[in-house]
């Protein structure tokens, strides 16, 4: 945060503003509604991070962002066709898939929340898409989402956080070979 000149003043107004506006909604075409701050404020604040970033790691987040939407959209479709396959609550399903996939895409924390944002948003958007295609209406940040966001935000800091308490990076790291003179 303080790389970015972020400081706890501006996270403590966005989580206010989080707090007061949750509800507000502003009605799209075709039957459909966006909820402003669920939808909109993590997705402003991922393309904002992702902005500040050099081109070459702009092109790798924008890829790999695209990839765990996709994931998410084709993980949900295959759940809501097979129920069966649910073997814990679909929250808890989607959030732990995206949590690995940001964890195997990303290293660095504000890389990690930029993957977050822009792939469950993107996922969101696919799958109102498919379901104002079903039912003839949609809602862009609904509470379902919001809910998955906001357990994917938690494990990832709770994933990061055991990793950097039992040091797991010292045993991924690999050994030189001795050379023998």
């Avoid at 990303?106 to 696919?126: E, N, P, T």
Wanted: aromatic share 12%; proline share 3%; charged share 15%.
């Amino acid at each position: 945060m303080k790389k970015h000149r972020v400081s706890k003043a501006m996270v403590s107004l966005v989580l206010l503003a989080a707090l007061i506006g949750g509800g507000l909604y502003i009605e799209l075409p075709e039957n459909g509604r966006m909820m402003v701050i669920p939808f909109v404020i993590p997705l402003a604040v991922g393309v904002w991070l992702w902005i500040r970033q050099g081109d070459q790691q702009r092109l790798h987040l924008l890829t790999a962002s695209f990839l765990i939407g996709a994931s998410l959209f084709f993980m949900q479709l295959l759940l809501r066709l097979d129920p069966v396959l649910m073997f814990i609550p679909e929250k808890y399903m989607l959030a732990g898939f995206v949590v690995i996939l940001v964890l195997v895409a990303a290293r660095k924390s504000f890389h990690q929340y930029v993957l977050l944002s822009l792939g469950l948003g993107l996922s969101d958007l696919c799958i109102q898409a498919y379901m104002w295609n079903k039912t003839g209406s949609y809602v862009l940040g609904a509470s379902y989402q919001w809910d998955v966001w906001w357990i994917s935000f938690y494990l990832l800091i709770a994933v990061r956080g055991i990793v950097r308490y039992l040091n797991l990076p010292k045993l991924w790291k690999r050994k030189r070979a001795e050379t023998t003179s």
